[in-house]
Protein backbone atom coordinates (compact mmCIF):
# COMPACT_ATOMS: atom_id res chain seq x y z
CA UNK A 1 0.00 0.00 0.00
CA UNK A 2 1.35 3.44 -0.60
CA UNK A 3 0.69 6.12 1.11
CA UNK A 4 0.89 9.24 -0.37
CA UNK A 5 1.80 13.00 1.21
CA UNK A 6 -1.00 15.96 0.49
CA UNK A 7 1.69 16.77 -2.39
CA UNK A 8 1.14 13.62 -3.87
CA UNK A 9 4.82 12.39 -3.36
CA UNK A 10 4.37 8.10 -2.25
CA UNK A 11 7.98 8.06 -1.16
CA UNK A 12 10.55 8.82 1.56
CA UNK A 13 10.21 12.87 0.21
CA UNK A 14 7.31 15.25 0.23
CA UNK A 15 8.48 17.58 -2.67
CA UNK A 16 5.39 20.07 -1.21
CA UNK A 17 7.72 20.25 2.26
CA UNK A 18 10.86 20.04 1.24
CA UNK A 19 10.70 21.60 -2.59
CA UNK A 20 12.60 20.42 -4.84
CA UNK A 21 15.51 22.57 -5.54
CA UNK A 22 17.24 25.16 -7.89
CA UNK A 23 16.67 23.65 -11.04
CA UNK A 24 19.92 25.67 -11.87
CA UNK A 25 21.56 23.15 -10.27
CA UNK A 26 20.03 19.71 -11.43
CA UNK A 27 19.98 20.55 -15.09
CA UNK A 28 21.01 17.30 -17.44
CA UNK A 29 24.26 16.56 -18.50
CA UNK A 30 24.67 15.86 -22.32
CA UNK A 31 27.27 13.44 -21.40
CA UNK A 32 25.09 10.96 -18.79
CA UNK A 33 22.14 11.56 -21.82
CA UNK A 34 24.68 9.33 -24.27
CA UNK A 35 24.71 6.97 -21.87
CA UNK A 36 20.92 6.60 -21.29
CA UNK A 37 19.70 6.98 -24.84
CA UNK A 38 22.32 4.10 -26.31
CA UNK A 39 20.65 2.08 -23.24
CA UNK A 40 17.12 2.89 -24.75
CA UNK A 41 18.21 1.81 -28.30
CA UNK A 42 15.72 2.28 -30.70
CA UNK A 43 12.65 2.53 -28.60
CA UNK A 44 10.61 4.85 -29.89
CA UNK A 45 7.80 5.02 -26.82
CA UNK A 46 9.29 5.66 -23.70
CA UNK A 47 7.86 5.16 -20.40
CA UNK A 48 9.73 7.69 -17.53
CA UNK A 49 8.66 6.78 -13.89
CA UNK A 50 9.32 9.13 -11.31
CA UNK A 51 9.87 11.43 -13.91
CA UNK A 52 10.24 14.75 -11.95
CA UNK A 53 10.54 18.05 -14.24
CA UNK A 54 11.56 16.08 -17.19
CA UNK A 55 15.15 16.01 -16.79
CA UNK A 56 16.68 13.42 -19.58
CA UNK A 57 13.16 13.25 -21.80
CA UNK A 58 14.12 13.36 -25.44
CA UNK A 59 12.08 15.03 -27.87
CA UNK A 60 13.49 12.32 -30.31
CA UNK A 61 10.89 10.09 -28.46
CA UNK A 62 7.35 9.85 -27.53
CA UNK A 63 7.42 10.04 -23.56
CA UNK A 64 5.08 9.21 -21.14
CA UNK A 65 5.93 10.68 -17.86
CA UNK A 66 4.75 9.46 -14.47
CA UNK A 67 5.28 11.45 -11.82
CA UNK A 68 3.59 11.39 -8.32
CA UNK A 69 4.32 14.86 -7.04
CA UNK A 70 2.02 17.75 -8.06
CA UNK A 71 4.97 20.25 -7.03
CA UNK A 72 7.44 18.00 -9.06
CA UNK A 73 4.63 18.15 -11.95
CA UNK A 74 4.07 21.82 -12.07
CA UNK A 75 8.02 22.31 -12.83
CA UNK A 76 7.96 20.21 -15.70
CA UNK A 77 8.22 23.16 -19.41
CA UNK A 78 6.03 23.68 -21.40
CA UNK A 79 7.39 22.16 -24.13
CA UNK A 80 7.03 18.57 -22.49
CA UNK A 81 3.90 16.42 -22.06
CA UNK A 82 1.66 16.21 -19.23
CA UNK A 83 3.36 13.89 -16.96
CA UNK A 84 0.37 11.64 -15.41
CA UNK A 85 -0.98 11.47 -11.95
CA UNK A 86 0.26 7.77 -10.53
CA UNK A 87 2.65 5.54 -8.65
CA UNK A 88 5.22 3.76 -9.78
CA UNK A 89 3.65 0.54 -7.86
CA UNK A 90 0.31 0.55 -9.74
CA UNK A 91 0.93 2.18 -13.11
CA UNK A 92 -2.38 2.66 -15.77
CA UNK A 93 -1.00 1.36 -18.86
CA UNK A 94 -1.16 -2.20 -20.37
CA UNK A 95 0.75 -5.19 -20.55
CA UNK A 96 3.69 -4.30 -23.38
CA UNK A 97 2.42 -0.65 -24.30
CA UNK A 98 5.66 0.81 -24.11
CA UNK A 99 8.92 -0.24 -26.34
CA UNK A 100 11.61 1.16 -23.80
CA UNK A 101 11.13 2.60 -20.00
CA UNK A 102 13.88 4.18 -17.65
CA UNK A 103 13.65 5.94 -14.23
CA UNK A 104 16.56 8.01 -13.59
CA UNK A 105 17.85 9.15 -9.36
CA UNK A 106 14.12 7.98 -8.23
CA UNK A 107 14.33 4.03 -7.24
CA UNK A 108 15.73 4.98 -3.78
CA UNK A 109 12.32 7.15 -3.40
CA UNK A 110 10.00 4.53 -4.10
CA UNK A 111 8.07 2.72 -1.26
CA UNK A 112 8.37 -0.27 -2.71
CA UNK A 113 10.96 -0.98 -4.74
CA UNK A 114 10.20 -4.49 -6.16
CA UNK A 115 6.35 -3.53 -6.99
CA UNK A 116 7.49 -0.35 -9.38
CA UNK A 117 9.77 -2.57 -11.27
CA UNK A 118 8.09 -5.29 -11.61
CA UNK A 119 4.96 -2.97 -13.46
CA UNK A 120 7.62 -1.03 -15.28
CA UNK A 121 8.87 -4.32 -16.65
CA UNK A 122 4.75 -5.59 -17.38
CA UNK A 123 4.51 -2.65 -19.32
CA UNK A 124 7.68 -2.63 -21.65
CA UNK A 125 8.15 -4.76 -24.41
CA UNK A 126 12.26 -3.86 -24.77
CA UNK A 127 14.46 -2.31 -22.84
CA UNK A 128 14.43 -0.98 -18.93
CA UNK A 129 16.99 1.20 -18.15
CA UNK A 130 18.04 2.32 -14.37
CA UNK A 131 20.12 5.15 -14.02
CA UNK A 132 20.85 5.03 -9.69
CA UNK A 133 23.45 4.96 -7.54
CA UNK A 134 25.54 1.57 -6.48
CA UNK A 135 24.66 1.75 -2.15
CA UNK A 136 27.86 -0.02 -1.70
CA UNK A 137 30.21 2.92 -3.01
CA UNK A 138 28.41 5.48 -2.20
CA UNK A 139 30.85 6.04 1.49
CA UNK A 140 33.84 5.93 -0.83
CA UNK A 141 32.86 9.65 -1.89
CA UNK A 142 35.23 12.03 -0.17
CA UNK A 143 32.00 13.89 1.38
CA UNK A 144 31.78 11.04 3.63
CA UNK A 145 35.00 12.36 5.39
CA UNK A 146 32.87 15.42 6.19
CA UNK A 147 29.27 14.62 6.15
CA UNK A 148 29.17 10.92 6.91
CA UNK A 149 25.46 11.43 7.80
CA UNK A 150 24.45 12.43 4.50
CA UNK A 151 26.12 9.29 2.64
CA UNK A 152 25.00 6.82 4.93
CA UNK A 153 21.47 8.00 4.14
CA UNK A 154 22.30 7.42 0.86
CA UNK A 155 23.65 4.19 1.15
CA UNK A 156 20.71 2.94 3.05
CA UNK A 157 18.02 4.06 0.76
CA UNK A 158 19.43 2.93 -2.63
CA UNK A 159 18.47 -0.46 -3.28
CA UNK A 160 20.72 -3.07 -4.19
CA UNK A 161 21.68 -3.04 -7.99
CA UNK A 162 21.62 -7.45 -7.88
CA UNK A 163 17.97 -6.54 -6.09
CA UNK A 164 16.90 -3.99 -8.94
CA UNK A 165 17.99 -6.71 -11.53
CA UNK A 166 16.06 -9.36 -10.11
CA UNK A 167 12.43 -7.29 -9.77
CA UNK A 168 13.28 -6.92 -13.89
CA UNK A 169 14.48 -10.21 -14.72
CA UNK A 170 15.20 -11.05 -17.88
CA UNK A 171 18.65 -10.32 -19.31
CA UNK A 172 20.66 -7.62 -17.56
CA UNK A 173 23.86 -5.48 -17.99
CA UNK A 174 25.45 -3.17 -15.04
CA UNK A 175 27.72 0.04 -16.62
CA UNK A 176 29.62 2.08 -14.22
CA UNK A 177 28.54 5.91 -15.50
CA UNK A 178 31.82 8.12 -15.69
CA UNK A 179 31.31 11.67 -13.93
CA UNK A 180 32.50 14.40 -16.36
CA UNK A 181 34.17 17.10 -13.96
CA UNK A 182 31.55 19.50 -15.35
CA UNK A 183 28.81 17.79 -14.36
CA UNK A 184 25.37 20.03 -14.83
CA UNK A 185 23.64 17.69 -12.75
CA UNK A 186 24.45 18.37 -9.10
CA UNK A 187 24.32 15.42 -7.67
CA UNK A 188 26.49 15.05 -4.82
CA UNK A 189 29.45 13.10 -6.79
CA UNK A 190 28.72 15.74 -9.50
CA UNK A 191 31.15 18.01 -7.57
CA UNK A 192 33.71 15.34 -7.19
CA UNK A 193 36.55 17.52 -8.01
CA UNK A 194 34.63 20.99 -7.17
CA UNK A 195 34.40 20.63 -3.36
CA UNK A 196 34.02 24.69 -3.31
CA UNK A 197 30.16 24.08 -4.90
CA UNK A 198 28.54 22.22 -2.06
CA UNK A 199 29.53 24.93 0.37
CA UNK A 200 26.38 26.71 -1.02
CA UNK A 201 22.96 25.23 0.78
CA UNK A 202 21.19 25.63 -2.80
CA UNK A 203 23.70 23.04 -3.89
CA UNK A 204 22.91 21.08 -1.14
CA UNK A 205 19.54 21.44 -1.27
CA UNK A 206 19.43 19.96 -4.87
CA UNK A 207 20.56 16.68 -3.57
CA UNK A 208 17.69 15.12 -1.76
CA UNK A 209 20.08 13.47 0.80
CA UNK A 210 20.65 16.53 3.17
CA UNK A 211 17.34 16.69 3.44
CA UNK A 212 17.30 13.99 5.98
CA UNK A 213 20.05 15.48 7.72
CA UNK A 214 19.86 18.54 10.41
CA UNK A 215 21.50 22.08 10.90
CA UNK A 216 24.35 20.99 13.08
CA UNK A 217 25.36 18.20 10.66
CA UNK A 218 25.20 20.89 7.83
CA UNK A 219 27.36 23.18 10.13
CA UNK A 220 29.55 20.81 10.66
CA UNK A 221 29.84 20.19 7.49
CA UNK A 222 30.33 23.86 6.07
CA UNK A 223 32.98 24.44 8.80
CA UNK A 224 34.85 21.84 8.49
CA UNK A 225 35.15 21.84 4.62
CA UNK A 226 36.31 25.68 4.96
CA UNK A 227 38.99 25.05 7.20
CA UNK A 228 40.23 22.18 4.96
CA UNK A 229 40.01 24.34 1.83
CA UNK A 230 41.62 27.37 3.63
CA UNK A 231 44.68 25.11 5.39
CA UNK A 232 45.13 23.14 2.33
CA UNK A 233 44.03 19.93 3.69
CA UNK A 234 41.41 19.13 1.78
CA UNK A 235 43.81 19.42 -1.89
CA UNK A 236 46.65 17.78 0.11
CA UNK A 237 44.54 14.61 0.20
CA UNK A 238 42.08 14.76 -2.75
CA UNK A 239 43.38 17.68 -4.97
CA UNK A 240 44.52 15.23 -8.02
CA UNK A 241 40.49 15.51 -8.52
CA UNK A 242 40.30 18.72 -9.29
CA UNK A 243 41.96 17.62 -12.34
CA UNK A 244 40.60 14.02 -13.72
CA UNK A 245 38.40 14.41 -16.19
CA UNK A 246 35.73 11.83 -15.06
CA UNK A 247 35.44 9.93 -11.84
CA UNK A 248 33.76 6.75 -11.42
CA UNK A 249 31.76 6.35 -8.54
CA UNK A 250 28.81 5.22 -7.39
CA UNK A 251 26.92 6.07 -10.22
CA UNK A 252 25.42 3.10 -11.92
CA UNK A 253 22.81 2.14 -15.20
CA UNK A 254 21.47 -0.84 -15.48
CA UNK A 255 19.56 -2.30 -18.44
CA UNK A 256 17.67 -5.58 -19.13
CA UNK A 257 15.54 -6.68 -21.74
CA UNK A 258 13.16 -9.82 -21.66
CA UNK A 259 14.03 -13.31 -22.68
CA UNK A 260 12.39 -14.40 -25.42
CA UNK A 261 9.10 -15.91 -25.32
Request: hydrophobic residues 40%; aromatic residues 8%; contains cysteine.
Amino acid sequence: MNVRTKDGSAGDLDYGTIGSGDSSYRRPDTRIARFIAEALGDARTVLNVGAGAGSYESAAREVTAVEPSRSMRARRPARLTRAVDAVAEHLPFADGEFDGAMTLFSVHQWSDVTAGLREMRRVTRGPVVVLTCAPELVRDFWLHAYAPEVLDTEARRHPRVEDIAAALGGTGTVHTVPIPLDCTDGFNEAYYGRPEMLLDPAARQACSAWSFVDDGVRQRFDEGLRRDLDSGAWDARFGHLRTQSTYEGSLVLVRATPDPV
